[in-house]
């Protein structure tokens, strides 16, 4: 029988008079074969990136995408905090109309429940765009570059520069970042003053602005069938209630342990989203910091796209179903 990997304790820096400690169980258990970084390697990284990825989270709903078993193993896709959690770690609790029903998921207000739900087998982070404060007023307005499966990477890249134009236009910053898989996602701080349904309109009306101005590389539609699969779909989707999409610095379960990183406008332009993994994004962080750290001090009124989304409805635009 194989002898168990120790423990290993972790105090949480800048933790206060509780000082914090997670217990690392299964250290040694291998997360990434292709790479063989370990469970204790995860944590280790999210201590590294530790500012960034608690901006990234604050006070937001959070599924956890576990991996018990590493990526060898079944993903767990969980919204409810699993049992055993320190009565520190935070949550929220939100309701489910389709099922009738609530679940209280993790809210984080400290790396120490990042590294909790590390211990607890999470890899990847998926947070709401909207806060504890209001579930239901998104302050987040996320823009998703989703290639199909024969767009290539750098058509992904020229569609990030037309939207930069348009934020630009609009006067609103935006804040790339890779996706940790093919795409890019760009992020928006808007008041919590509307509906899910009001900034998932207003995101759609701007995607559809980037299809027309790039009309042979972009793609709205609706039903995947309908999408020529070398265009880029600007998934306005990604705004509507209960869908989520990883954070900035969230690891994702790939098999070279990519990070979906917070970039520059810049390097937007030559990016190559392999080269941010969970053993090149710590020394990047410490280098130049969280390129999202000052996204609260940008908010954009999402009112001028909601005027747009108003004229396409009244030109015939048809807006696809709500899903929760």
Request: charged share 30%.
């Amino acid at each position: 029988m194989a002898k168990a990997s120790p423990s290993v304790e972790i105090t949480l820096p800048d933790s206060g008079a509780d000082n914090r400690v997670v217990r690392i169980s299964n250290p040694d258990r291998v997360y990434f074969p292709e790479t063989g970084a370990t469970k204790l390697d995860v944590a280790q990284y999210y201590l590294a990136v530790g500012p960034g990825i608690v901006n990234a989270l604050w006070e937001r709903p959070c599924m956890l995408h576990r991996f018990p078993k590493g990526l060898a193993g079944p993903k767990v896709h969980q919204k409810r905090l699993p049992q055993g959690a320190p009565d520190w770690v935070e949550t929220v609790r939100l309701y489910f109309p389709r099922w009738g029903r609530t679940a209280d998921e993790l809210c984080v207000t400290e790396l120490g429940a990042v590294i909790w739900a590390v211990q607890m087998s999470t890899v990847e982070f998926h947070p709401w765009n909207s806060r504890r404060e209001d579930t239901e007023k998104p302050d987040e307005w996320r823009i998703d570059l989703d290639p199909g499966p024969e767009c290539p990477f750098s058509t992904v890249q020229t569609v990030a520069g037309v939207v930069r134009e348009l934020l630009d236009e609009l006067g609103a910053v935006g804040y790339p970042k890779t996706s940790g898989g093919s795409g890019m996602h760009v992020y928006v701080r808007i008041p919590a003053e509307h509906g899910f349904q009001d900034v998932r309109r207003a995101a759609h009306a701007f995607a559809r602005e980037v299809e027309r101005r790039a009309p042979k590389l972009v793609t709205t539609a609706w039903w995947r069938k309908d999408r020529d699969p070398a265009q880029l779909f600007v998934d306005f989707n990604q705004n509507t209630r209960d869908h989520t999409i990883a954070c900035a610095y969230s690891i994702r379960g790939v098999a070279d342990g990519r990070v979906s990183t917070p970039i520059t406008w810049e390097e937007a332009k030559d990016v190559d989203p392999r080269d941010f993994t969970m053993r090149t994004v710590p020394a990047r962080f410490a280098e130049i910091g969280d390129l999202h750290a000052d996204i609260d001090d940008h908010p954009f009124s999402i009112e001028p796209l909601l005027e747009w989304a108003e004229r396409d409805e009244r030109d015939g635009a048809e807006t696809p179903p709500d899903e929760e």
